[in-house]
């Protein structure tokens, strides 16, 4: 049902790419009910689903008399071209981008839009959250670190990316952004079709084009997880677009000159992705790609690696991460993939303290169990360990400490970190997470080793 008309003031566009989501697209759209209907349009492109999705679309439009557009590609384009079509389609002064199977707090849209104006706005970040489809268990997002060091507690945030250059380390999903039409068209940004992992590039470029970027501490956004036909059951080959974004990305910074911490935190951010990739990929796959994903940092000077480990509050496993690719350390990087931790060589004039080998191994592990749900480098794996995360680390600490001090200790820590380990394991098995018992027993006996040393 299309209720346009050029008497209409459209002030926001919602895209909304669909493919064979017949399972959540009315859930959705039934989260877009607060919107205001008289200043919004949705507008839906269809990627020649085969199940219900257009037709249950099409009847939520219809029965909540939403001013809309439905558009249907003549064939299966994936989801950069449906954006970009709703691009050209669309008649709002702002516009965002919805995934459909998402879901969509959209009370926020309103007062945004509004301070957008006001403010003359070309960006505008909102906070997110993921959530498991499973379980309906809401989690924080990957970047959450960063979006509390930036808004310190404050309610929004006014700035650009030379003031504020740690914008460029958020997570690049679209949902949870909005931009100036007009903003968008004039810097000629678009989503590099045919490819997966688009939206990096298209924050990317939008952020070192945007005048004024509005940051607001209230969530938009709950990011589904842990369902069927996610990126973690693409094809293999589809991995290897993370590579060709990658350069794309790369080429920006040519034009855009960054300063160094706005490009080192982009750089991180595209080595993530690119470790997410190589562990996610065939065996078979893993190290050809690892070769590719290699060859696209080594050019980069060495200042961008370090001033990102210096700006950041880095824990070992990725501060490893990405010393490796600086050293283009391919055999640690293959570890990585396989779902190891990236232990580096110890240099020769460091040594570990006396007795603290099996503990520095423990921490290891356990760095290698937890670390990448926390520090953001995937957001659909271990969720079931976040709650947990920080009482394991303030155990391990104490035990540190006391050998560090040399103390007589007890085994209450080790007790402690047991229980919560065995508790973590339990939870593991019932939410059906596979290839985890291994870890976990390799760290109760290594709880073990470090009790029998101390008798």
């Known amino acids: 049902m299309n209720l346009l008309s050029n008497d209409i003031n459209i002030q926001l566009s919602i895209i909304i790419p669909t493919f064979n989501t017949e399972k959540y697209i009315y859930e959705t759209l039934e989260s877009l009910s607060n919107i205001n209907k008289i200043n919004t349009e949705i507008i839906i492109i269809d990627d020649c689903s085969h199940d219900k999705t257009l037709e249950i679309a099409k009847s939520w439009l219809e029965k909540n008399k939403i001013i809309s557009q439905v558009l249907v590609n003549d064939i299966n384009r994936g989801p950069s071209h449906s954006r970009n079509k709703g691009l050209d389609y669309a008649n709002g002064k702002y516009i965002t981008f919805f995934d459909s199977d998402d879901i969509c707090i959209s009370s926020c849209y309103d007062k945004v839009i509004q301070a957008m104006e006001i403010n003359n706005i070309d960006l505008c970040i909102l906070g997110a959250k993921s959530f498991n489809d499973r379980t309906q268990t809401v989690y924080e997002f990957p970047d959450h670190a960063i979006w509390q060091a930036i808004l310190n507690e404050s309610d929004y945030k006014i700035t650009t990316l030379s003031r504020e250059p740690r914008i460029s380390g958020l997570a690049p999903n679209m949902m949870n952004k909005i931009f100036k039409n007009e903003f968008i068209k004039h810097n000629e940004i678009m989503f590099p079709e045919g490819l997966i992992f688009e939206d990096l590039y298209f924050y990317a470029s939008s952020m070192m084009s945007a005048n004024k970027i509005l940051l607001v501490n209230e969530d938009i956004l709950l990011y589904r997880v842990n369902r069927e036909g996610q990126l973690t059951s693409l094809a293999d080959g589809k991995y290897n677009d993370i590579i060709e974004i990658s350069a794309k990305v790369l080429e920006l910074n040519k034009s855009a000159a960054l300063c160094d911490k706005a490009w080192s935190n982009l750089i991180g951010t595209v080595i993530k992705l690119n470790v997410w990739c190589s562990e996610n990929c065939h065996f078979d796959y893993k190290k050809s790609f ?14 961008i690696f370090d001033t990102y480990k210096k700006s950041n509050p880095l824990s070992q496993w990725e501060e490893n991460i990405i010393t490796s690719y600086q050293e283009k350390n391919t055999q640690v990087l293959e570890v990585v993939a396989e779902g190891g931790y990236p232990d580096l060589p110890i240099k020769d004039d460091v040594k570990p303290e006396r007795g603290t080998t099996t503990l520095y191994e423990l921490r290891e592990m356990l760095d ?88």
């Open 290 to 303: 690892l070769e590719k994903s290699i060859k696209l940092f080594e050019n980069l000077p060495d200042k």
């Open 368 to 455: 290698s169990l937890i670390s990448q749900q926390r520090d953001g480098w995937a957001n659909d794996r271990f969720n079931v360990l976040n709650g947990k995360i920080d009482t394991i680390n303030d155990a391990l600490t104490h035990y540190e400490q006391l050998f560090k001090n040399n103390i007589s200790t007890n085994h209450f820590t080790l007790e402690k970190i047991e229980e919560i380990l065995l508790i973590l394991h339990h939870e593991v098995e019932e939410k059906g997470t596979e290839g985890h018992s291994i870890i976990y027993d390799k760290i109760a006996k290594s709880i073990n080793d470090i009790k029998n040393k101390l008798k």
